[in-house]
Antibody, heavy 121, light 108 residues
Framework: EVQLVESGGGLIQPGGSLRLSCAVSGFTVSSNYMSWVRQAPGKGLEWVSVMYSGTGTYYADSVKGRFTISRDNSKNTLYLQMNSLRAEDTAVFYC???????????????WGQGILVTVSS | SYVLTQPPSVSVAPGKTARITCGGNNIGSKSVHWYQRKPGQAPVLVMYLDSDRPSGIPERFSGSKSGNTATLTISSVDSGDEADYYCQVWDSGSDPVVFGGGTKLTVL
C-alpha cells in the first residue's frame, strides 16, 4: 500500500525556518519525481517544488532562493527546508508523487494528507 | 506564466450532470489533469491525460477537451461528489506545474 506521511509543520515566526518531512512507503522516492504542493487558507492549490529521480530540482518563483527540496534515500523520505518564512507561506503543505508519461506532461497520482504551516508572530 | 481559468462554483441537482470547465490559451496542445479535494482530505486524481480515469474512479467521471477549454463531466451527481475540483497542466514556463483556481461543486 502506498503511503505518504508529512510531518514537521507548526507555528513559526516570520523570518524563521522549518523543515518538512514526507515519509514514503510503497514505492522508492529516489526512483520517482516527488513534489511539494501547498494550499493557503481560502486559496487554491499551488505547486511549490519538484525533485526529479536524478538530481534536478525546480522551484516556484514564489519560493525560489528560500526553499530547498531534498531526499534521504536510506529513509525513503522527502524533505522541504523552508527559510525566511513569510506570512504568505501559511498553508497546508502536501507531498505528492509525480508521473511524467513520455516526458510530455506531469501529474500527481499519490498525495499525502498534508501538514499545516502557520507563519505568524 | 501560464494561466488556467475555472469558474469559482458550479451547482447541480442530485442525479443531474455537472460540467466543470478549465480554460487556457492553446490548452489543446497540453494534457489536462483533474483533482478532487474534499475538506480535510488530500487531493485525489480523478482524470489524467484529458480523459483517462484512474482505477477506482467511477465511470460517471469523464473528461474532454475542445478548443481552448477542457471539461470535467460528472453524471448522476450525488452528495458524495461535493468537493473542490482543480485542473492542472504542465507548462514550459518558469512555474512548470500550473493549477486552475479551483471550482467548488455544490449538490443542491
Amino acid at each position: 500500500e502506498v503511503q505518504l506521511v508529512e510531518s514537521g509543520g507548526g507555528l513559526i515566526q516570520p523570518g524563521g525556518s522549518l523543515r518538512l518531512s514526507c515519509a514514503v512507503s510503497g514505492f522508492t522516492v529516489s526512483s520517482n519525481y516527488m513534489s511539494w504542493v501547498r494550499q493557503a487558507p481560502g486559496k487554491g492549490l499551488e505547486w511549490v517544488s519538484v525533485m526529479y529521480s536524478g538530481t534536478g530540482t525546480y522551484y516556484a518563483d514564489s519560493v525560489k532562493g528560500r526553499f530547498t527540496i531534498s531526499r534521504d534515500n536510506s529513509k525513503n523520505t522527502l524533505y522541504l527546508q523552508m527559510n525566511s518564512l513569510r506570512a504568505e507561506d501559511t498553508a497546508v503543505f502536501y507531498c505528492a508523487r509525480g508521473v511524467t508519461p513520455m516526458g510530455t506532461t506531469f501529474y500527481f497520482d499519490y498525495w499525502g494528507q498534508g501538514i499545516l504551516v502557520t507563519v505568524s508572530s | 506564466s501560464y494561466v488556467l481559468t475555472q469558474p469559482p462554483s458550479v451547482s447541480v441537482a442530485p442525479g443531474k450532470t455537472a460540467r466543470i470547465t478549465c480554460g487556457g490559451n492553446n490548452i489543446g496542445s497540453k494534457s489536462v489533469h483533474w483533482y478532487q479535494r474534499k475538506p480535510g482530505q488530500a487531493p485525489v486524481l480523478v482524470m489524467y491525460l484529458d480523459s483517462d480515469r484512474p482505477s477506482g474512479i467511477p465511470e460517471r467521471f469523464s473528461g474532454s477537451k475542445s478548443g481552448n477549454t477542457a471539461t470535467l463531466t460528472i453524471s448522476s451527481v450525488d452528495s458524495g461528489d461535493e468537493a473542490d475540483y482543480y485542473c492542472q497542466v504542465w507548462d514550459s514556463g518558469s512555474d512548470p506545474v500550473v493549477f486552475g483556481g479551483g471550482t467548488k461543486l455544490t449538490v443542491l
